[in-house]
């Protein structure tokens, strides 16, 4: 009976990890089959207004950039803090835990903040509104990261460096991160593959454009909030273009993952 | 130069709880008319956008217990059990809220309310005599049963995967099938939604009947959303068993099952409930996922296969075009969302997932 037991739980649960890898596939074929159809030279020279994809994909990443330019300096020095500065008080702690909450914050919820303090006092969405919710989004990402990657520096290093009279801050910058580089790329690449496919955050902050634009300061062109509104279109040929986003937009996370994670790799 | 680069990394570090407080602050500034306006008794309020007529003459007082009366009526009816509990935890969060307003029973809070519209009738009689009324019971209904749903599907499955991947697949199929999973975990939410609009959700309804959204789509995309985020963890805590319990659990002629259910488990169990609970706090804030399959409609759903609507697609539908007092309402939803997850993803970090360091 225990094996019998046993024999059932353990086809139970191969069972499960045989679906998890079928929703896997099940996805990525159905954006294949759907979104390489519309995959030509044409979307990417035209703008969403002559139904191509050229501003979308270009305002995303617009908007990406930006908030890794304003998240990262602050994530990556607030995890230098809570690693370097700190000495285990318990204000690092908190703030510590405190990050790793924010981490899992609706990100919906981040985009209404950021509607209430940019977009509200403006009066019209504007593409700086979505890129401070992007940062919003990637902060505590990255202070994880920098703060868990320091973290493995082992001690000597440190030491050797404050030896030969260094500065603190020099001991940090030409040191420590230059150790944790490969890490902190990493980590780096892997929060912006996170925030690049955000929509809820971009809804009504950046809103979207059907035009090309690099002006920050109207509605910005945003590849995931079209292809939110393009997917519920009656027209055919709209939904095939938000497929060919979505395809376009999930290989492209789906491979700086793998870059991340074959970068590890090759260190180890 | 040293201590300007100190102070700057404090700067830093303290930004993290300066935006979240402010996110606190700004949203409940921009609430706090509809929270005067409705006080608690928006979360028991299923009428969203709705017009009902108001008497500004000697009327009131008749009108005003008809309106309570009914509106308990519909929220008692359709209230069931699991949203009793919920309830609760929104009258923890608000309470928080509200600050020195102590309110103790449903009844207090709905005479109070209808205090207040009363004497907001009173005081601006040029409107016309109807007013909109906004509730917030049906998206926080829908959040909940969507998660509840979710959760259902997604923990079988995010076990079993971690047991798979952990205690019993070769080195060479864990390894691959892993990194799968945790691909899995990094595909957009709004593919999922895509997918779950054109695919899933026709492909269930065909199973179970009804239309192509509803709240039983919207919970089984999400599950499938958590379940490698889920997998993943706990896959992680389990394998940080000592190898040593579990090989001495073998010589004693224990079977893999039970060296699973006597050993890991036990031993993991603070991590796989609190990856549990990280990927309940995830799926209650997850927005594109559900706003394609849910429905957007506000209806009470009675079976599984209604269209309903959850807080996030509320706020993803709405906020563009919301202005004056609905905007607030949707800034208090969007505070009662924020609420709820930091809770839950607060207990889950300090009572289960404590830093080791």
Known sequence: MRLVINKIILILSTLAAVLGLVFLFWILITLTIKGIKSVDLYIFTHDLVDNGLRNLLIGQFILALIAVIIGVPIGMIAGIYLQEYSFGNKFASFIRNLSDVMMSAPSIVIGTFVYAILVNPIGHMNGWAGAISLAILMLPIVVRTTDDMLGLVPKELREAGVAIGAPKYRVIFDIIIKAAKVGIMTGLLLAFARIIGETAPLLFTSGNSQYFTVNLNEEFPSLTVA?????????????????????ILTFFVLIINLAGRYIVKDKK | METLF?????????????????????????????????????????????????????NVANKNPDIQKSSAGVSNDAMESDDVKINDDNDLGSDDLAGSESLDSDNDIAVEDDDALAAAGVEKPQNSNTEVIYGGLIPIVGTVLSTILAMFFAVPIAMGIAIFLSEIAPPFVAKPVGIAIELLAAIPSIIYGMWGLFYFGPFIAEIFGGSSVNLLVAGLVLGVMIIPFMASLTRDSMNTTPNVLKESAYAMGATKFEVIKDVVF????QGIIGSMILALGRALGETMAVAFVIGGVFNFPHKLTDPTVSIPVVLAN?????????????????????VISFIVISFAKFYFLRDKK
Not at chain 2, 266 to 269: D, G, L, Q
Not at chain 2, 320 to 338: C, H, M, R, T
């Open chain 1, 227 to 247: 292809i939110y509104n393009l997917a519920t279109m009656p027209d055919k040929h709209l939904v095939d273009i938000a497929w060919a986003g979505a395809f």
């Open chain 2, 6 to 58: 100190k102070r700057l990394s404090e700067i830093s570090a303290s930004t993290i709880l300066l935006i979240l407080s402010a996110i606190f602050v700004v949203l409940y500034i921009q609430a706090k008319p509809a929270i005067e306006k409705y006080g608690i008794h928006f979360l028991v309020d299923p009428r969203w956008g709705v017009t009902v007529q108001k008497d500004n003459t000697a």
């Open chain 2, 266 to 269: 036990p031993y993991a169990k």
């Open chain 2, 318 to 338: 709405n906020f563009a075009e919301s202005s004056g007092l609905s905007l607030s309402a949707l800034f208090y939803l969007a505070l009662i969302l924020f």
